[in-house]
């Protein structure tokens, strides 16, 4: 089994911030990895695939980047609507493993 | 629009059984694997299970397998869960989520979720 680990737990950060999320993958997993926002009381939401592909209706802010085992979810300027809990996914095998999320909370 | 709408969760005493079912529209169901993803309360995402676009391919989480199955009615656009063997750790919040391929590919849309409770 993959297993997948976020950085951090938990990030607080000021609208306009930059906030940078990290996911890494025990053993590579290619570009095969998504990033899904959850916000309070909601279903997930996906945001991006294939590591860099942001989904469909997912503003500019949202980037990512990496392949292999080290990946990055970056949110350019954050809104105050960017509160949530981020999970990463690896579809590269399965079972299919979601990290254990990072909680952003915006001051 | 895709919709996907879970029902069938509830309250079930350790050991019970339980079937969840997902009903689809707004998309072509037989074109796309489904996936079942839990959130157990206050925790993060656990997938359960996937079955492909056609129901010949299932996959499960080993903390499910032999104890959970999943299957789909492509005729009624809904994809199901039987729960057997219940235990208290299984209480959750079940998604049901549609690929965006034939097999393994993302979950890009999710219903809102039905709890399920195991407790005597």
């Known amino acids: 089994e993959i297993v997948v680990t976020q950085s951090p737990a938990t990030l607080s950060l000021s609208p306009g911030e930059r906030a940078t999320l990290s996911c890494r993958a025990s053993?590579?997993?290619?570009?095969?990895l998504a990033w899904y926002q959850q916000k309070p009381g909601q279903s997930p939401r996906l945001l991006m695939y294939?590591?860099?592909n942001r989904a469909t209706g997912i503003p500019v802010r949202f980037s990512g980047s990496g392949s292999g085992t080290d990946f990055t979810l970056t949110i350019s300027s954050l809104e105050p609507e960017d509160c949530a809990v981020y999970y990463c996914?690896?579809?590269?095998?399965?079972?299919?493993?979601f990290g254990q999320g990072t909680k952003l909370e915006i001051k | 629009e895709v919709q996907l709408l879970e029902s069938g969760g509830g309250l079930v005493q350790p050991g019970g059984s339980l079937r969840l079912s997902c009903g689809a529209s707004?998309?072509?169901?037989?074109?796309?694997?489904m996936t079942w993803v839990r959130q157990a309360p206050g925790k993060g995402l656990e997938w359960v299970s996937d079955?492909?676009?056609?129901?010949?391919?299932?996959f499960y989480a080993d903390s499910v397998k032999g104890r959970f199955t999943i299957s789909r009615d492509n005729s009624r656009n809904t994809l199901y869960l039987q729960m057997n063997s219940l235990r208290a750790e299984d209480t959750a919040v079940y998604y049901c989520?549609?690929?965006?391929?034939?097999?393994?590919?993302?979950?890009?849309?999710w219903g809102q979720g039905t709890l399920v409770t195991v407790s005597s």
């Open positions: 989520a549609k690929g965006d391929q034939v097999l393994g590919g993302y979950f890009d849309y």
């Open positions: 707004g998309f072509t169901f037989n074109n796309y694997a």
């Open positions: 079955i492909s676009a056609s129901g010949g391919g299932t």
């Open positions: 053993q590579s997993v290619s570009s095969y």
């Open positions: 294939d590591a860099s």
């Open positions: 996914l690896q579809r590269s095998s399965w079972p299919r493993t």
